[in-house]
């Protein structure tokens, strides 16, 4: 490609907007809207692998733009009236082609780098766990952008109508829609029998990817794989349609996007668990003595480490040989709207949980003895406040032998707690030091297996 043609291509044709249509509203949506991409250890501004899934998931509106503004681009020829003209002079059509496909593609991938690289400078400030593992999420998403408006270009050149654009952006719309809900996502029920929804091997023809869960969740290779041939196959399509002359060529331009996608849905895994996987890299733990993190939370192992394992010295103090010890990040993945597993040995941690996210030293030691005694079973995804929050604070408070809220809780829930769990409280500090225990470790067993209201055998009731 001369590299002068190109200057004046980028100079002159609607390329240059194309990369502001997509970065300025990308920044702005992630700036000015307060959402889960500004929270926690998933925040895109705290890990390499939430920042690239992030940055992924505007896609949902990104890529339809981008298809968009290729038909927009594709149509120029036919509104300038230079189709005859052009087509009698003796440069190859396909020069032409990659020129004008050349230029949009480098404008709509320059504007998606910069997007991840705004935040890959804060992510920098935020973690010492460094890694290559985000990037090829991050290039498959460039790639998105560019082979949509590449498809966009040919399908505008192909059918030369004003009403090509709009009706290409909102059909790239309508399918990101599709395969975000009914289409790309098959309903299941939980082990538990809740219902729920998967994501199937449909939804990842989908630019956009999941919501980040975990820092430590990333795509697998055969995601990449698969959704890069389904990519080149787009991007081969729109160049061949940007070329063709005659309705026969159009016709078998159609063959590599067919066959991209063929291939990729033989590539691609059916198993959600296969799609979505732990990096084992980020999730290796590191540790000081008994308290272990994630390599991804590895600079807050500091901060954990005096409070936990003076947690374990407490609820061995209370426990005896039942008390848990060890203290480590949660790595377990479940499907959404499961039951989470716990163990009666280990204290299991997510650095994201209301009780434990803020809290620092003797609050935080309060927030691991709670977790310790009840570490709660609301289903994964789901979020509620009830027995599990009552029953972790009158089992902290039998342990430390004060009873106060835990921090976490918020101030119109700090009446209610304290009305709920005094009684209790008083009640279980009145019998015996072998009753007390009796009815803690029944709460436990209770609260460990998920198959009981701690809170309620704490109150004297039976376990159901």
């Known amino acids: 490609m001369n590299g002068r043609v190109l200057r004046i291509e980028l100079r002159r044709s609607v390329a240059p907007w194309a990369g502001l249509v997509v970065l300025v509203p990308a920044l702005a949506f992630l700036y000015l809207l307060n959402g889960a991409w500004w929270s926690g250890t998933t925040a895109w501004t705290a890990q390499w692998t939430p920042l690239a899934l992030w940055t992924r998931s505007l896609l949902f509106y990104l890529w339809p733009l981008a298809v968009g503004f290729g038909a927009l681009q594709g149509l120029r020829d036919h509104r300038s009236k230079m189709s005859e003209l052009l087509t009698s002079t003796p440069r190859p059509a396909r020069h032409r082609a990659a020129t004008l496909a050349g230029a949009t593609a480098i404008t709509l991938a320059s504007a998606f780098m910069f997007l991840v690289l705004v935040g890959g400078v804060q992510v920098l400030a935020h973690t010492e766990y460094t890694h290559l593992g985000w990037l090829p999420i991050s290039l498959i998403g460039a790639l998105s952008l560019v082979a949509g408006a590449v498809l966009g270009m040919g399908a505008g050149r192909a059918l030369p109508s004003p009403l090509t654009p709009p009706a290409l952006a909102m059909g790239a719309l309508v399918f990101t829609v599709l395969m975000y809900t009914s289409l790309g996502r098959t309903e299941t029920d939980t082990a538990d029998g809740f219902p729920s929804t998967e994501p199937n091997r449909i939804s990842l023809l989908s630019p956009m990817v999941e919501d980040a869960r975990e ?250």
């Open 215 to 464: 820092a430590f969740v990333t795509l697998s290779a055969s995601v990449h794989v698969g959704q890069t041939l389904w990519l080149l196959g787009m991007a081969a399509t729109g160049f061949a349609l940007l070329v063709a002359a005659t309705p026969r060529a159009r016709l078998t331009a159609l063959t590599p996007v067919l066959a991209g996608a063929a291939i990729a849905l033989l590539v691609l895994p059916a198993d959600p668990r296969r799609m979505y996987v732990v990096d084992e890299a980020a999730a290796e733990l590191v540790c000081d003595g008994p308290v272990c993190v994630t390599k991804t939370q590895q600079a807050r192992l500091a901060e954990l480490a005096g409070p936990g394992k003076e947690a374990l010295r407490l609820l061995h103090g209370a426990l005896g040989d039942q008390a848990p010890a060890s203290i480590r990040e949660n790595t377990a993945v479940l499907p959404e709207g499961s039951t989470p597993k716990w163990s009666r040995k280990t204290v299991l941690l997510d650095f994201d949980d209301d009780i434990i996210a803020a809290a620092k030293g003797d609050e935080l030691t309060r927030a691991l003895i709670a977790k310790g005694m009840v570490p709660g079973c609301t289903p994964v995804g789901w979020s509620g406040f009830g027995g599990d929050e009552y029953a972790q604070t009158v089992a902290v408070g039998w342990v430390l032998g004060d009873l106060k809220p835990l921090g976490g809780t918020s101030a119109s829930m700090r009446g209610k707690v304290e009305a709920e769990t005094r009684p209790v409280w008083k009640e279980l500090k009145a019998l015996p030091r072998a009753g007390q225990l009796s009815r803690i470790n029944s709460m436990r067993a209770a609260a460990l297996s998920c198959k009981g209201d701690p809170f309620e055998v704490l109150s004297g009731g039976a376990s159901r």
